[in-house]
């Protein structure tokens, strides 16, 4: 499975932007996908991801601006992230797991990191 993620970029404080990703391959051993975030000298954390069933699970300080959808047809998971703030600024991954909802050591693919940059 490969993960091909774009959106990423510069945007002003109270801005948005839109991140996708799009999987190719065996997809169909794929339940979660979604997107992780690590900052500068910060550890990678949870943004949001959803399961092939549509559960959703968010961090909690994007609860309320971001919002994680998945368009099964087209293999294909968007982030829409809303009233960024300058701590959002990170590089943000895709991942992909054959679990429902997995830990963050049992994704089995990782797309490579697009940069948000968020300027206050």
């Known amino acids: 499975v490969q993960l091909q993620a774009s959106g990423g970029g510069l945007v002003q404080a109270g801005g948005s932007l839109r991140l996708s990703c799009a999987a190719s391959?065996?997809?169909?051993?794929?339940?979660?996908m979604g997107w992780y975030r690590q900052a500068p000298g910060k550890q990678r954390e949870l943004v949001a991801v959803v399961t092939a069933g549509g559960t959703t699970n968010y961090a909690d300080s994007v609860k309320g601006r971001f919002t994680i959808s998945r368009d099964n047809a087209k293999n294909t998971v968007y982030l829409q992230m809303d009233r960024l703030k300058p701590e959002d600024t990170a590089v943000y991954f895709c991942a992909a797991g054959r679990l429902a909802l997995p830990r963050p050591e049992e994704y089995d693919y990782w797309g490579h990191g697009t940069l948000v940059t968020v300027s206050s």
């Open positions: 391959g065996r997809i169909l051993i794929i339940d979660t």
